[in-house]
């Protein structure tokens, strides 16, 4: 200990004697591991490093899933990154157990956040203070296969609008052998990728109900809309036959496989949708119900700063946070990931409103929800289970229904008590 | 190695190092070698054993400090369904898995025993799935029980037109699914140590059981088993352990869903995980590893009793 203080005596004293020179501050930055945006960061680190030479930036990057491990036992070790990036979600988390650092309201001024910014952005918020600042934002929409369309004599340039048009296109698209194996899919069915959002945010308000109090602290859907949105959900697969849980092991790979004429799936997935050679493709906002109500859920990851960030680390991590959230940031993060810019300046521009894969996903941002989790994992595991209730015990869905609320209660209780 | 330096710096040369006889020399130095493992290896496997059971009875998160709670997490695990059916889950992996796989590499063992004709060939391919990673084969597996048009089980099915099976998307089929793919995983290394245990017998016992007119059943049971008993208490042992500690294959062929359709293959350890390492709820983790401890300590003391040599 004693030695240490030592050295940082020394250490300080050495960087006293070298002021004149230029410091080279190393700062870390952690995001997930995901091609397009390591890709994407690489890019503004580069440009970031060309305008502040004297500042390093160091990207380490580790899988989804074990990456708010890393970033917890990294806190407990007292070695947390500068800057990282974290899903709106995980914010309680992240926040109570002192990860991270509020942003000063210096170099981050709240009104001009909140005028610059979509209003989402304020699920970073907590007390007085934000905890970070989103580069790109992501919503859901419908995207299909035009080749399948045609096939089944449907109308690419006319996807579906409402649910009625969904199911009957569904119904149109699916193909089954005959021993009534589903071959190909109508519309992908998948729990564990996007579908629970649907289900939570979009369906349950559709058919009537609201999925959670304003505050998110208690779960509604069990009282009115979670009931029939779920019967409309498992039916495609048991009614209409024209979706099926597993098929092609995710909703993703069915559709990138040709296999599916049409899944939901979020802004995250452009890059990697953009890469498919075999088969043209659309996007259309979600469906509207009948009365022609929409929703959609919106959600993002933002970038913060580590608690551990002191002095002129923390002055470099404040600069580097700036940059990777101004627009022209936002413009690189929507070219090569395509998720689209979080400030509406960058994200409501012509050219962006004009494209017909981007302004689906735009126009939702303007009605889109953003679920407040508490355990994003554990919520998406009640929807899962509560799904494969009635699709393989047969359940009642208003039972299944039931059970999952009282199930996400719980879950949410038991984090705010 | 320290004491022994210790001992020969503390004493002037020549005085109390050279008064031991070399019996008591080497016994020192034995000790001083076997200190260092010994301290590394209490260091590295005791110390945290002990300390699982410190944090079993905290409530402790990682980022905030530990609270003592007491026996609040075992309370909860009493009264969580969610524990209850992983107990049930592994327990099944336990008592279907072990004896099958022992059944089936002891049949195997038996047969390729007398196998003359490419007989390292096939030991070599009973023995490849053992060498090779366990995740790797998981997404292999994962791959076949697949359902149609990419799954190779239902593709063949769905050729002779039988309704295709769910498998690993089932509530009751994928429990057994899994179970197949780990048997059938470990089942070359069981067939190697049979193999083994079978060549140690001595010849000249099957030589004189024929000559008694003993028949290829009585010598089985009258011989080969009872001299394999060592080899069987063993494996018996070492697969038992295996399969209450069943964890790859699980997470790694139901990783959209982990632990199967409504944690219908969840194992204990992969509850152990989630709890730690997603829910970041440590005391309640450690809490279900002292029960796995609890259980893997039992089982193996019972295994040991019942097959001791009497």
């Known amino acids: 200990m004693r030695n240490r203080f030592m050295l940082a005596g020394l250490a300080a004293g050495i960087s006293l004697l070298t002021l004149g020179a230029a410091q080279a501050v190393e700062i870390e930055y952690w995001q997930y591991a995901y091609d397009t945006r390591v890709a994407a960061m690489d890019q503004l680190i580069a440009n970031f490093e060309a305008a502040n030479p004297d500042i390093t930036v160091k990207q380490t990057t580790f899988p989804y899933d074990d990456y708010q491990t890393r970033v917890i036992a990294a806190k407990a070790a007292g070695q947390g990154p500068d800057v990282l990036q974290l899903f709106y979600g995980w914010l309680d988390k992240f926040q109570s157990g002192g990860v991270l650092q509020p942003l000063s309201t210096t170099a981050f001024p709240h009104d001009q956040i909140e005028a610059d910014f979509f209003p989402i952005v304020t699920a970073m918020k907590r007390g007085d203070d934000y905890y970070g600042l989103p580069t790109a934002v992501r919503s859901l929409a419908l995207f299909y296969n035009k080749k399948l369309f045609e096939e089944a004599g449907l109308d690419p340039a006319k996807p579906p609008q409402t649910l009625d048009e969904l199911v009957a296109a569904a119904v149109a698209t699916a193909k089954h052998d005959d021993a009534g194996n589903l071959i190909s899919e109508g519309i992908t069915l998948d729990m564990a990728g996007q579908d629970h959002q649907w289900w939570r945010e979009v369906l349950t308000r559709q058919f009537g109900g609201v999925p959670y109090s304003d505050d998110y602290r208690t779960v509604t859907y069990g009282e009115k809309g979670g009931v029939e949105a779920l019967k409309f959900y498992t039916d495609l697969q048991t009614e209409q036959k024209v979706g099926q849980t597993g098929f092609m092991d995710e909703g993703q790979a069915a559709f990138r496989g040709g296999m599916a004429a049409m899944t939901i799936d979020g802004t995250f997935r452009l890059g990697s949708f953009r890469t498919i050679d075999q088969f043209e493709w659309g996007v259309t906002e979600l469906p509207a119900n009948a009365d022609g109500l929409r929703s959609n859920y919106a959600s993002y990851f933002a970038n913060g700063i580590g608690s551990s960030a002191q002095g002129e680390e923390l002055a470099a991590a404040e600069k580097f946070l700036a940059y990777v959230s101004s627009p022209e940031a936002m413009q690189i993060w929507l070219e090569v990931v395509g998720e689209l810019p979080a400030r509406k300046e960058a994200a409501l521009t012509d050219t962006n409103l004009a494209d017909p894969v981007l302004a689906p996903f735009l126009k939702a941002l303007d009605y889109a929800q953003t679920t407040q989790f508490v355990d994003e994992a554990g919520q998406r595991q009640v929807a899962i289970d509560m799904a494969n209730r009635v699709l393989l015990e047969g359940q009642s869905p208003a039972d299944s229904v039931a059970e999952a609320a009282a199930a996400e209660q719980a879950i949410i209780d038991d984090a705010t008590k | ?310």
């Not at chain 2, 990673?133 to 149609?148: C, D």
């Not at chain 2, 069981?190 to 017998?201: D, N, P, Y």
């Not at chain 2, 290829?216 to 018996?236: D, M, N, Q, S, W």
Request: hydrophobic letters at 55%; zero cysteines; aromatic letters at 16%.
């Open chain 2, 1 to 310: 190695m320290t004491q022994g330096a210790t001992l020969s710096d503390a004493a002037p040369k020549g005085r109390v190092w050279d008064r031991f006889p070399i019996r008591t020399k080497r016994v020192i130095w034995a000790w001083a070698f076997l200190a260092l493992p010994i301290i590394f290896y209490g260091w590295i496997r005791f110390y945290p054993t002990f300390q699982a059971f410190w944090i079993s009875f905290t409530d402790w998160d990682i980022l905030k400090p530990a609270q003592f709670v007491g026996l609040e997490n075992y309370d909860k695990l009493i009264h969580d369904p969610a524990f209850w059916k992983v107990f049930r889950n592994t327990f099944t992996y336990l008592i279907i898995g072990a004896p099958v796989s022992l059944v089936v590499a002891f049949a195997v063992a038996y047969y390729l025993d007398r196998v003359r004709f490419m007989h390292g060939f096939i030991r070599a391919l009973y023995f490849l799935p053992f060498l090779t990673t366990a995740a790797a084969l998981a997404w292999v597996w994962r791959w076949i029980y697949q359902p149609v048009p990419i799954g190779l089980i239902n593709g063949l099915l769905a050729q002779f037109g039988i309704p295709q099976q769910a498998f690993l998307k089932s509530t009751t089929q994928a429990l057994p699914a899994i179970m197949v793919t780990a048997i059938w995983a470990g089942l070359g290394f069981q067939v190697i140590i049979f193999l083994a245990g079978l060549r140690a017998i001595p010849q000249t016992f099957y030589e004189a059981a024929r000559i008694d007119g003993l028949g290829e059943g009585a010598i089985l049971r009258k011989i080969t088993l009872p001299l394999l008993k060592p080899t069987t208490v063993f494996l018996v042992v070492f697969s038992s352990i295996g399969f209450l500690r069943i964890f790859d294959q699980v997470y790694n062929m139901t990783s959209n869903d982990p632990g199967g359709p409504l944690g219908s293959t969840k194992p204990i350890v992969l509850m152990i995980y989630q709890t730690a390492f997603s829910s970041f709820d440590m005391g309640y983790a450690a809490a279900q590893t002292v029960v796995l401890f609890t259980i893997l300590l039992i089982v193996s003391l019972l295994q040991l009793w019942v097959l001791r040599s009497r």
